[in-house]
């Protein structure tokens, strides 16, 4: 299919369901998605946020304003570190254990408000890297439109810009426990250190950042086409002030930039050493 014929397909697919919980995380496939559905199928449409201590609060309050943007109905699910209990210990196959927990309170929610199909932005470029939680999608029961079209990212930011999304060329984010190692506890004082670290180093102009935590030291990552915004030394010193204040003893920066799954090579490399 070419790309005409992809979103022919996508409005088709979302055409033909009774009604549409979309699972919106404010990223900006979800927002495509949410977007297109609410289009199409108006009040017969809701947007299901999930807010939690691993979502950086500037992506649930930027849900909440699209949502309001384009008069979409939604509601917000709250889950507390008490509710994340199983994932504490930061098992390899964290995300797909939090992703059952998350779309379990989805699924109760939806059914709760009379709606049967619900809906997540996966897309075809999700399919390499390390990624447990889309087993959790599977057995869930969960409709990936994008996946099943073989929309790809790159495609979802042309339609984003078709409907008018004003930031469809936002860099995606994950949650903030991705910034901890594998088998190192995750704690909330940790996700403030990664929240508020990341929210510093944004003020300085720069798109995407990643903060590795590894106990007491600090290793930052920024997209590989901003790093020359932070190789700068009046700023590396602010950074390490601030970041330090927070409780870390070193603060160290990642030359290479951020690539999608640099923390997943972890897994590699202690694969290939047992």
Known sequence: ?????????????LQGFENIVVAYSG???????????????????IALIV??????????ENAISFCKEIGVNYKVINVNMHDLAPVKHNPEDRCYICKTL????????AKKLGFNTIVDGSNASDTGDYRPGKKALKELGIISPFLECDITKDEIRIFSKEEKISFYNKPSNSCLATRIPYNNEITEQKLNQIELSEDYIRKFGI???RLRHYDHIAIIEVGRDEREKLFDIEKMDKIEEFIL??????????????????????INIEENNG
């Open 1 to 13: 299919m070419d790309i005409r014929q992809k979103k022919e397909s996508l409005e088709k697919k």
């Open 27 to 45: 990223g900006i496939d979800s927002s495509l998605l949410l977007k297109i559905s609410h289009r199409l199928k108006k009040d017969k449409v």
């Open 51 to 60: 807010k939690s201590p691993f979502v950086a609060n500037f992506e649930y």
């Open 102 to 109: 998350v779309f379990t309170e989805i699924i109760n929610e």
């Open 207 to 209: 798109n995407v950042v």
């Open 245 to 266: 204040k927070l409780g870390f003893k070193f603060v160290t920066i990642n030359i290479a930039g951020y690539k999608t799954g640099n923390l997943n090579k972890l």
